[in-house]
């Protein structure tokens, strides 16, 4: 004999396992609630094939999207110059005078680019793993950085006052 007790329900019969947990007998129970598990084949998930189209559409944004936001984050961070030449282009009058807040919100603005492509890059890496189509997912990436990042630069644009008489002369007219 050993020293060892007995795990629970190592000595008990099914049906005293069941009694002691308050379930009725196997025999009382309806014939619904001992329906036989669903067959092997229903339980499999269909295969999804790769698409390597949708692969290779997916990274190419992608990459096309790293070199963006590298070149547009090194812009942002010299605000200031990259706004005296939207001006320029624009043909506003003057120069960007709102150099202090434009660095902040420069630098903001690129935080938000890199933080938008990195999110857009998991997204599309666990769509593609999952072979989900992904093609899309860097297009909506971009779409709602440059949202973020347009309100980032509009901020100190809207404190210059050579770009707010610009805005006032051509909505007066």
Sequence with gaps: ?????????????????????????????????????????????????????????????????LINVVLTAISYLDFPTAMNEVMKIVGVDGEFTNIAQGRVWGTIAAIVLVVGWSVTVAVSLRRLRSRRLSWWVPIVGAAITLLLTSICAAIPMMGDPAFVDYIMSTTAR
């Design 1 to 65: 004999m050993t020293d060892q007790r007995p795990q629970y329900g190592e000595l008990a019969t099914p049906e005293e396992q069941r009694r002691a947990a308050g379930l009725p007998p196997l025999d009382q129970m309806p014939d619904a609630a001992v329906a036989a598990p669903p067959a092997a084949a229903e339980t499999e998930l269909p295969v999804r094939r790769t698409n390597p189209v949708d692969r290779f559409v997916t990274i190419a944004l992608l990459a096309y999207g």
